[in-house]
């Protein structure tokens, strides 16, 4: 059951709707979704170097986390879909310092391909020395060549993103089953001009995801969540 209830708080933050009360009268902060994807120690332990592409530029956002969903988040509440998520790849180091040395090697190296974030980036996420143009393979071979020379794994964006929903498996049939009910309740018992749609955006969001790292919806969710998706 603490498994369960653990996994149920991902997916909580990972939309940002709390399940309390009301099915989704409350809706989580980005802080919120941080001590529910991994946990808040920053100080040891897997961390990943992460290179985010911008799909609509020859741009790319370099850094570390140990949360990188949370960090991708950050800067976009619709990451997958600003970011290309082929071309993006998370190395996944054994501890803080070590990315924090792979991090800054790279923003060094290409100190002069310094980029001004793009303008739909939050002001306090944006990390104004990380943006680098026009450097995309040559930091790709980098992490290339670190993740070989020291034998770390080297993950796509959308492999490590298909395995993340992969890994809630029943929590994420489970809560869209409740986000379901929560979307049927509302639409039935409160009135029209009083009706927020918060476990409609959630849902809505969670397969948008779910369906930008090429899941078959089929495999994730019940009939009748699938069915009322194909209603809008």
Not at 226 to 232: K, P
Request: aromatic share 10%; net charge negative.
């Amino acid at each position: 059951m603490e498994a369960f209830t653990r996994d149920v708080n991902r997916l909580i933050g990972f939309c940002d709707l709390g399940m309390g009360s009301g099915w989704g009268a409350a809706c989580a902060t980005i802080t919120g979704m941080d001590e529910f994807v991994m946990p808040r120690t920053l100080s040891k332990g897997r961390t990943f170097v992460y290179m985010l592409p911008w799909r609509e530029q020859d741009l790319l956002k370099v850094g570390y986390s140990r949360q990188p969903l949370v960090r991708m988040r950050s800067l976009h509440r619709r990451f997958f879909d600003v970011f290309d998520l082929d071309r993006g790849l998370l190395l996944e180091t054994e501890r803080l310092a070590q990315a924090r040395q792979v991090e800054r090697s790279i923003l060094l190296r290409h100190a002069q391909q310094r980029s001004p974030a793009p303008l739909v980036i939050p002001d306090a996420a944006a990390g104004y020395s990380e943006w680098l143009r026009g450097v995309c393979p040559e930091v790709t071979a980098e992490l290339q060549a670190v993740s070989a020379r020291d034998d770390l794994p080297l993950h796509t964006l959308k492999s490590w993103l298909q395995q993340w929903f992969l890994d809630q498996g029943d929590v994420l049939y489970e809560w869209s089953l409740r986000m379901l009910e929560a979307i049927e309740y509302e639409a039935f018992n409160v009135p029209r001009e009083l009706q927020r749609g918060d476990a409609a955006r959630s849902l809505a969001y969670v397969m948008d995801a779910c369906e930008a790292v090429d899941l078959p919806l089929a495999d994730l969710f019940p009939d009748s969540v699938l069915a009322w998706r194909g209603r809008f």
